[in-house]
Each structure stands twice: as C-alpha cells, then as structure tokens.
C-alpha cells in the first residue's frame, strides 16, 4: 500500500472579536479531514508569531473570516492579501460583511446563517473551495482518543505538512535525536518582550523562569532548565527541532506586554512531535495580578500535561501562586528580577553589587520573600570569593549564611534555599560537615531542578559520597542538556571518583558547546596527567585560559616530563603573578615535588585564608603524598570532611 495522501493544510485568519465563530469554523473544518492553522495569540503578538509568515506560504489555502472587526484589522488584511497572492485565498463571511476594496472580485462563502453544524451546506463549500485551490480532496481524519479533545492544531513553521511527511502520528511519542522524551517533559522558552523597551527583557525573561520554577514543583513534570532553554531565545528554529534538540516533548513559549500598570500575558503550549498548538491563552491584567497569572498558566499546562498524557496520573491538584518563597508584592517582585538579571551577567564587581543593591531592594519591600533572600545569600557569596578583599570576607560569608537561613525559615520548602545554605557552608565557611544536612534535604526537595541537582552531585563527590553524586547528575543532565557547565561538572564528578577516562568525554563535550569556557582545558590536563600522557597534558594545560589553574598543572606536569626549569619557571610565575590568591594550588605543585612539610604549610595558610580551593582536598590525587601526614588528616577534619 502507498503512503496516504498529505493532509490539506488551512490557514484561519480572523479578528480577536470573532474568536468563538472562528473556534467553532476550526473544528468543523478539523473533523472535515483539514489541519487547521488559527491562534488567538496572532494580534497578541505571541513569541512564535514570527512563524506566522512561514506558515502562511506553506499552507495549502488561506481562509480569510471577513467581519465588521477583520474587515478593519491590519493583521487579517496582510494575511489575506498574501493568500490572494499565492493564489490560494478562500473567503467567508461571519456577519455578511462586504470584503475591503481589494478583495471584492472573489466571492466570500456566506456564514451568517451557520451556527456550528460541521455537517452543514455551508462547511461543505468551504472544504470544496480548499479542494478547488489544492487540486485535491480532504483526508478523513480519525477519531482522538477520548481522554483528550484538541482545541486547535497550531502548525508552527509547516508543522501540520511536516508532521505527516515523517509519518508522524498526532497522538504518539515520538523520538528526538534516536531518544524518546517522557510524555510530560517540557521546556519553557523565554517569554519574548513586547513591551517596545529592551529595559523590560529582565522582566519577561523573570516571568518565564518564574513559571519555569512553579512547574518543576511538580514531580510529574520534567521541565527543562533555563541555560538551556534560553539557547533557543531566537527561535530561529521551528518548534519540532527545539523540542528536539531540547529532548522534550512539549514547549511553553509566549510573550509579555508590560505597558504602565498593565500587563498582557500570552502562553501557548506546542506539542514538540508535530508542532501542532495544544494549549493557548492570553491574559489581559493588572501589573498588580501577575501572580495570579503565573499561577493559572502554570496551574493549567501542569493539569493538561498530567491529566492527558500520565497514565493513571492522580489529580495534580492545584499549583499555587509563585514558587515557594515568593511574593504578592509587585514592588518587590520587580526588584528580584532585576537583581536576578545583573547577576546573571556576572561582569564585574560593580554588576554584582548592583545585584545585591536590587535583592536588598526585594526584601525592603517584601521581608518574607524568601527567594530574595536566597539570591542575596549567593550575591554576598560571590562577592567574597571573587572580590572581597580580605579584611571583609568573613564579615560576608557571614551575612551569606544568614540570608540563607532566613530563606529557609521563611519558606522551609524551597530547594533552593537549602540549596544556597549548602553552598554558603561549603563554598565559603569551608564546613563540609555543616553543608550535609542542607543539601540533602535540597536533594529531597529539589528532585526537578537541574541547579539543586548540580550543585548537590558535586557537594556529595567532594566529599566521597560517589554513587549518589552520580544519580543527582543522571538526573540533572537531560533537564540541562544543552548547558556546557553542567557537562564541566559531570566530568569533575567522574575525576572525583578516580574515573580518569570517563572524565574527558562529558569535558570534551562542554568545549565543544564553548570553545572558551574555562577552567576545562586544565580539568582534561589533570585526567591525563593521571593517566601517564604527559606530553598531551601540557597542551590542555598550554590552552588553558585561568592562570592559577594553567600555572600549576605546568608546573606538575613539566617535572614528570623531567623538565626541571619548565616546572620552576612556572611555580615561579605561580607565586609571584597570584600570590595568597592561589595558596592551594602551591601546595598540590609542592606536594607533587615531593616538599611536603612547604606543602602542608601552603594548604594551612590557604585554610586560615578561606581559599575555596580546599573544598577538592579530600579525594584530590595530587595530594596523595600528603595523606599520611597527621597535619593532613588535621586539616580534613577541620574542613568537615567525614
């Protein structure tokens, strides 16, 4: 048997006030054998209304609904003037309006009487008159299953002539680059910003993570992260290639309108297999109920993936507000967001207390919004560990303990937070000990998030729990696949272990995804240095941008290559260029040399300091030749290392 004839592809194009009429046009065309292509997102301007020219040329007939409203719609005219232009227009009328000056010449099949029969005269002659533009009759289309009725087929970039191309099936999973995504994997795309002000992008890009958060509550769902979402900020690609790059099933993408005290939401949920719209809605409110509109779109994408596609699935029940730890107070939810957006930039000093300035702002605002107060903790970390000079660090370590510990008294169930306290505990105080019970319990919580995860997997490898850092980063990887760092941290977990070769691969991968980031080039050096290949060790070292990390493995692995004055000449730069900044790697050189008295000395002094380093000393092999020395052990167990 051949292959079944392609389905005839529509283009719906209406007014916002026609909406219910071209709903009801839409389904009878559907359940006439049509794949249909209408949207209330269109004059919303959604973020995936870019795809509307595309779709536009790759349907099979465009059906312009003329109305007293679509007659005077900018949107309607452009998209019916193109259909006339492609020769493949077919007009109807609504109300029995007559067609704009341009489009008189082609008759418009009446609708005024038609009140919804998909077997009524009326449908029948608009499915003619797709057949006469087509040269082809329509396919009938099979009964959904009954747990699900489709609102609409939205056919992003072709998606409709794609789909039955590939012998994609409407109802079925289907594979993404050779793997099958779970049923409710879902990445939320960042809500493009409609607000005609680059100045606003922190905004929609704060909601879209904010949504991003609330569905990942939900252990059901499989959402993934932001770094790797947000490689997708340009949509310059169709829906079906993102889902599968991204491995999910399901894209939440929309846009956000912020105009004085109003703000237009619109979220639209895209099945990944065929592009096809399952889930639309915009929301039209105050600035003051945008928590209420985070909560219904998030409380309805949750319910609809659940409900419909998790077999025996138990009533998701109701998703409330913000995350846990947020807030009701725009002010301060403004502030948050801005604060979040220079952090993430993370330039310079001056952006990271700019960041804290805005988190201080959300919590004058709001003191109990305990998300606040976690991203102050991690602001305040940061700058101790890169800028703090060092007559304050102790003063904002501890200031960075405090902020996390009030995050978790305010809202004791945000991952997060927990999450920050381990961070702070271990980052900064150099307390593994103290760090334990936080992040256990942020793994507790936290099973969704890709970062709680992350962070939890290299916690639990520095301090030999080995087998559990390795399920935390299975779990993480598909939520973050597309972020180069979470592929760094998964090579450090397998080179905590004492895994050499297993390291290098997930390394390999990160440069190949950015070709600049940092502190890789030695990670890969390190591995092979273990592995006796030397000579191809010193290249990863020579390619290495940090100089700390560079310096050392030089000098480590220029005196097993024998190179006696190659080794000095880069210990030397090492002390002399870094000074106390780079205390710790002094001490693995010197351990390697065989000094290990100056070595302990070094690692001491680097303790008494707070360098962050030391966190790897408990299975670092470069300090090996130290770990019969009573003063190291003294050291471990001064770090909190069991």
């Not at 998209?79 to 009328?93: F, I, Y």
């Not at 019970?437 to 916690?459: C, I, K, M, N």
Request: charged residues 25%.
């Amino acid at each position: 048997m051949g292959d079944p004839a392609p389905r005839q592809t529509v283009f719906l194009s209406y007014a916002r006030t026609d909406r219910k009429q071209a709903g009801r046009l839409a389904a009878a065309l559907e359940s006439a054998g049509l794949d249909v292509w209408w949207d209330t997102l269109i004059e919303g301007g959604a973020a995936f209304a870019r795809s509307i020219e595309t779709s536009l040329e790759a349907c099979d007939a465009v059906v312009a609904c003329w109305s007293r409203g679509s007659v005077a719609s900018d949107w309607v005219l452009d998209e019916a003037g193109r259909g006339r232009d492609l020769r493949k227009l077919v007009p109807v009328t609504f109300d029995g309006t007559e067609p704009p000056l341009g489009f008189r010449q082609y008759h418009a099949i009446d609708l005024s009487r038609w009140r919804g029969d998909p077997a009524a005269a009326e449908v029948a002659a608009v499915v003619r008159a797709v057949a006469s533009a087509t040269g082809r009759a329509a396919v009938p289309r099979p009964a959904p299953p009954a747990r699900f009725s489709r609102r609409r087929a939205l056919a992003v970039a072709g998606g409709a002539a794609a789909a039955t191309a590939a012998g994609i099936a409407f109802w079925r999973l289907g594979p993404f680059n050779g793997a099958t995504a779970r049923a409710t994997s879902v990445a939320v795309l960042p809500f493009a910003n409609l607000s005609g002000s680059p100045d606003q992008d922190y905004f929609s890009d704060g909601l879209s993570e904010e949504l991003r958060a609330t569905l990942a509550r939900n252990q059901a769902l499989q959402v993934m992260a932001q770094a790797s979402s947000n490689q997708f900020r340009e949509r310059a690609e169709d829906a079906v290639t993102i889902a599968g790059k991204l491995g999910v099933r399901f894209l939440l993408d929309g846009s956000v309108r912020r105009s004085g005290d109003a703000v237009r939401v619109t979220a639209d949920v895209i099945d990944g297999v065929t592009g096809f719209s399952r889930w639309s809605r915009t929301f039209d409110r105050a600035l003051s109920d945008i928590f209420a509109v985070q909560s219904e779109i998030a409380g309805e994408v949750a319910r609809a993936l659940i409900t419909h596609f998790v077999a025996d699935a138990p009533d998701p029940g109701e998703i409330i507000g913000s995350t846990a730890g947020g807030t009701a107070v725009v002010a301060a939810f403004d502030a948050y967001l801005r604060g979040r957006a220079l952090y993430e930039l993370s330039a310079d000093e001056a952006s990271e207390r700019a960041a804290l300035a805005q988190f201080d702002a959300a919590i004058a605002a709001d003191p109990e919004y305990a998300a606040a107060h976690a991203a102050r903790a991690r602001s305040l970390t940061v700058l101790a560990n890169q800028h703090g000079r060092v007559e304050e660090i102790a003063a904002l370590q501890d200031a960075a303990i405090a902020a996390a510990q009030r995050a978790i008294a305010i809202a004791p169930e945000l991952a997060d937070a927990h999450s920050t306290l381990g961070f702070t505990l271990f980052q900064g105080r150099l307390d593994a000990r103290a760090a334990r019970a936080p992040f256990d319990r942020s793994r507790e919580l936290g099973g969704g998030e890709a970062t709680v995860l992350a962070r939890f997997a290299q916690y639990s490898a520095r301090c030999g729990r080995h087998p559990e850092a390795r399920d935390a980063m299975r779990r993480a990887l598909p939520l973050d696949r597309l972020n180069p760092l979470i592929h760094r941290a998964n090579g450090s977990i397998e080179y905590a272990a004492r895994r050499w070769q297993d390291s290098i691969a997930p390394a390999r991968h990160a440069l190949g995804m950015n070709p600049r980031l940092s502190r890789v080039h030695a990670a890969i050096g390190d591995a092979l240095v273990m592995l006796g290949r030397n000579d191809d060790a010193r290249a990863e070292y020579l390619a290495e941008p940090v100089d700390f990390v560079r310096l050392a493995g030089l000098a480590l692995v220029e005196y097993r290559r024998q190179d006696a004055p190659a080794a000095e000449d880069a210990m030397n730069r090492l002390v002399a260029e870094l000074g106390d900044r780079a205390l710790y790697q002094q001490g693995q050189v010197l351990a390697q040399w065989g000094r290990g008295s100056e070595a302990m000395t070094k690692l001491e002094k680097a303790l008494a300091l707070g360098d962050s380093g030391l966190v790897y000393s408990r299975n670092d092999p470069f300090l090996d030749p130290l770990r019969a020395d009573p003063r190291f052990a003294r050291l471990l167990d001064r770090l909190g290392f069991d």
